[in-house]
């Protein structure tokens, strides 16, 4: 076997396989030699590729570029680590009379020795596995026990406070531990006393002094004697 015609890169073909899409691959092949060479690709599955082009003629030194494409796949393969698929490329120099590759020109020139034949494995490289979904973070959810009151409940159980609060406030206390009422009643009593009984009595007297000191130190009594 004739070698040193053609150098052929890269030395395995790669496909990054994807279904129902065709999957191209470039190959580079060089003439080594000064004089005329023809060439032919062979694949052990030719309905599983297609390869442009597929055979022709290269000047001295000159290169060539071959594309070889994978056809559009409908399941993925048995399995990537075992492709069997193989290409073999076959060159071999010719006089400039040859006008066309034939299966006959390279088996003529395999009785002379004079074929290069190259082989090309397969390598299947499966498609990249989408990310993993990010987990949502969830919000802890509150729920309501035995001691946990709702809001509605809250609600309902502030209500007569504030009721109790709002009828207390008129109801105001003295310095002196009385309310408002309870000391008009006792000056009203006070000065009815002394009306009918015209004397002076000391008791009476005395409750009269206090409620007039209370009087004057409760800022709302005084401005209404004043006034």
């Given amino acids: 076997m004739a070698k040193d015609i053609v150098s052929v890169e890269p ?8 279904l129902r899409r065709q999957i191209p691959v470039g190959l580079t092949m060089q003439n080594l030699t000064n004089k005329r060479v023809a060439f032919k690709v062979k694949t052990t599955n030719p309905k599983k590729y297609s390869v442009r082009p597929s ?3 290269m000047d001295g030194k000159s290169v060539q570029e071959i594309t070889v494409t ?8 048995v399995s990537y680590q075992n492709c069997r698929d193989k290409f ?3 060159s071999a120099v010719v006089g400039a009379d040859v006008k ?3 299966s006959e020109l390279f088996d003529e020139a395999a009785k002379k020795n004079d074929v290069q034949q190259t082989k090309l494995r397969v390598q299947l490289v499966p498609p990249a596995q989408p990310p993993s979904p990010v987990p949502e973070e969830t ?6 026990g035995a001691d946990t009151k709702s809001d509605d409940e809250v609600v309902q159980t502030r209500t007569p406070v504030m009721a109790v609060a709002s009828h207390t406030q ?4 003295s310095s002196q ?5 309870n000391i008009i009643l006792v000056a009203l009593l006070a000065f009815l006393l002394g009306y009918f009984t015209k004397g002076h009595i000391p008791a009476l007297d005395m409750m009269k002094q206090n409620i007039t000191d209370i009087v004057m130190k409760h800022p709302v009594l005084r401005k209404m004697v004043s006034g």
Avoid: D, Y
Avoid at 11 to 18: A, G, I, T
Avoid at 71 to 77: A, I, K, L, M, T
């Fill in 100 to 102: 066309s590759v034939t």
């Fill in 170 to 173: 008129p109801m105001q206390v």
């Fill in 139 to 144: 919000t802890p959810s509150v729920t309501f």
């Fill in 88 to 90: 073999l490329i076959q």
């Fill in 55 to 57: 055979h022709g003629f």
């Fill in 70 to 77: 994978m056809n559009s796949q409908r399941e993925p393969p």
């Fill in 177 to 181: 531990g009385f309310t408002l009422l």
């Fill in 11 to 18: 030395e395995e073909l790669v496909f990054k396989f994807e």
